[in-house]
């Protein structure tokens, strides 16, 4: 009952101070004594052909230690591609996925690789964007292999036109750097 009528004697201390009041509110639906900037819904989405991804020469494979002191082995299998428009960008964001393979003086653990991803222009064959990225891979107890997988955080290029796999390629691979 004392809850019911703190909640009323709330409501008609705000509504009283209209000001006070649509403050309290935005901050309680936003976080923020302002309420937010309405959405333009008629803002037009541009469509966009998602380029290609490449794996670069050599970066599809990567090793830990050599000969007898091998520890790791990784190797990316397969990828993917997610492309979006937003403000005049590309939005593009990438996934890997590939195996990882134990040596002989390696084990089961997790592990750290880096993985590079970049955009190049097709027309000069110019790197436009690039970016090392950190993935775990991960070898369970009693096995010597798994897989792993990662999803890049997006990384943007100019949006020139719809076909934008004419004019750009999606580079990855193992940074051996």
Not at 94 to 110: D, E, N, W
Request: glycine letters at 12%.
């Amino acid at each position: 009952m004392n809850r019911i009528l703190l909640t009323g004697a709330c409501a008609l201390l705000l509504s009283g101070c209209s000001s006070v009041g649509s403050s309290i509110g935005n901050l309680i639906a936003f976080n923020s004594t302002k309420a937010p900037e309405p959405v333009d819904m008629t803002r037009r989405v541009e469509k966009v052909d998602c380029p290609l991804v490449d794996v670069l020469e050599g970066g599809g494979h990567m090793q830990v230690g050599s000969g007898t002191g091998l520890r790791q082995q990784f190797t990316i299998s397969e990828t993917s591609r997610e492309c979006s428009v937003v403000n005049g960008q590309i939005m593009i964001r990438v996934g890997i996925a590939g195996r990882v393979v134990s040596g002989p003086a390696g084990g089961p653990g997790s592990f750290t690789l880096p993985i590079r991803v970049g955009v190049r222009r097709e027309d000069n064959q110019q790197i436009v964007t690039s970016k090392v990225f950190s993935a775990t891979a991960t070898i369970p107890a009693g096995a010597s292999n798994s897989t792993f997988a990662f999803v890049s955080e997006p990384v943007s290029v100019p949006y020139t036109r719809e076909e934008a796999n004419e004019d750009y390629m999606i580079v990855v691979g193992l940074d051996k750097k």
